[in-house]
Every structure is written in structure tokens, then in C-alpha cells.
């Protein structure tokens, strides 16, 4: 069965500064990862995607992430947090039967 | 314009009854899915489907069905086996291709009295 697990449920860091947000997933093969970003009052927008390739993946707002396969983890980071990037964050796996499962969220508070 | 459109925004039902939340998309996907957002918990896949007339339990369908009759539409009926009914439904969909990130649409809000 596949799972995410974002083991940070809220995170606080100054404006400007470096933000990593962990996720760990369970799948049996070559998962399929993703990054979404949820702000208040708004829907859900993809941040970046990971196939297959280069383990390092950019993405939209500043974000990237890294694939490590011996770690099941596929970390986000930004290296200059803005106030604007205050939001739920969420990573999901999606495997060969279509199925696509979220994590349960680290909701990000930006202090000035 | 292309998207996905739930309606209605806000549902109230009284305890007891069935309710059906409506999902369509005009952007040709062929997968649809169903998830149930609550505080502190995430996002949890109810339902989802990959081809007309078929579908898939998720992780917490006990108490909800579905049905793809259509393409563009994948209704979720809540049903009065459902304990704990009230959440925020939110319904995506996404290509044919694995690798394709899904589209959401705004989610409703059901509120069960």
C-alpha cells in the first residue's frame, strides 16, 4: 500500500530565511511524487513534480525538491522564505493503478 | 474556460439523509478522484476512477459511493452510513499519463446538523 508521512505538522521560520519540509512515502516501485501548495481560502497548486531523472527538481514560487531513493524521502526546500509563501504544503504519491495519495500537511508560518 | 467545477460550494444536510456532491470537468481527463480534507489530517482518498464505468475504493470510502457513468462527471453520494459526514470534499482530476500532476477544484463544504 502506498503512504505519505510529513512528519513536521507546522513549521515557523523568519522571512528570508531557509525552509526544508520533509516528506517520507511508501511504495513499492518507482513512485510517481509531487508537491502542492494550499494558501487560505485557495485551491490546490502544483509546486513541482518528480518522474523519473535528475533527483533534483525545481519548481514554481523558488521551490525544489530532491528524490533520495535509499531514503524514500522527497524533501522541499527554499533557500529565501517570503511572506507570501505562508500555506499548507502537502506532498502525494501516485503509483501504476492511478491511485494518488496526500500527506496530511505542514502548514507553514512566515514571521517578519 | 477548461476546469474543474464543484458545486454547490456550501451543503447543509440534516442527520440521517443521503447527499450527493456533484464534480465535472471539460478537461478530457480520464482519471477523477475524490478526497476528504479535515484539520490536522490531510488530504484522504475516498474514491477515485480511471475510465468510464470504472472505480476504486480509497482509504476512507466506508460510508460514501460513487459513480462514472460519464467522462466529464464523477458524483460522490454521502450516505447516512457515513459517521462523522461534515469535511470539506474536494474533487481532481488528471490525464491519462502517470506522471501528470491532478487539478482540484474549489471543494465543498458540507456541514451535517
Known amino acids: 500500500a502506498q503512504s505519505v508521512t510529513q512528519p513536521d505538522i507546522h513549521i515557523t521560520v523568519s522571512e528570508g530565511a531557509s525552509l526544508e519540509l520533509r516528506c517520507n512515502y511508501s511504495y513499492g516501485a518507482t513512485p510517481y511524487l509531487f508537491w502542492y501548495v494550499q494558501s487560505p481560502g485557495q485551491g490546490l497548486q502544483l509546486l513541482l513534480k518528480?518522474?523519473?531523472?535528475?533527483?533534483l527538481v525545481q519548481g514554481i514560487k523558488g521551490f525544489e525538491a530532491e528524490f533520495k531513493r535509499s531514503q524514500s524521502s522527497f524533501n522541499l526546500r527554499k533557500p529565501s522564505v517570503h511572506w507570501s509563501d505562508a500555506a499548507e504544503y502537502f506532498c502525494?504519491?501516485?503509483?501504476?493503478?492511478?491511485?494518488?495519495?496526500f500527506g496530511a500537511g505542514t502548514t507553514v508560518t512566515v514571521r517578519a | 474556460d477548461g476546469g474543474i467545477t464543484q458545486s454547490p460550494k456550501y451543503l447543509f444536510r440534516k442527520e440521517g439523509q443521503n447527499v450527493t456532491l456533484s464534480c465535472e470537468q471539460n478537461l478530457n481527463h480520464d482519471a477523477m478522484y475524490w478526497y476528504r480534507q479535515d484539520p490536522g489530517q490531510g488530504l484522504r482518498l475516498i474514491y477515485y476512477?480511471?475510465?468510464?464505468?470504472?472505480?476504486q475504493k480509497g482509504d476512507i470510502a466506508e460510508g460514501y459511493s460513487v459513480s462514472r457513468e460519464k467522462k466529464e462527471s464523477f458524483p460522490l453520494t454521502v450516505t447516512s452510513a457515513q459517521k462523522n459526514p461534515t469535511a470539506f470534499y474536494l474533487c481532481?482530476?488528471?490525464?491519462?499519463?502517470?506522471?501528470?500532476?491532478?487539478?482540484f477544484g474549489q471543494g465543498t463544504r458540507l456541514t451535517v446538523v
Open positions: 518528480y518522474f523519473s531523472g535528475d533527483t
Open positions: 481532481a482530476s488528471r490525464t491519462g499519463i502517470l506522471n501528470t500532476e491532478a487539478f
Open positions: 502525494a504519491v501516485g503509483g501504476g493503478d492511478y491511485k494518488l495519495s
Open positions: 476512477s480511471h475510465i468510464v464505468n470504472d472505480f
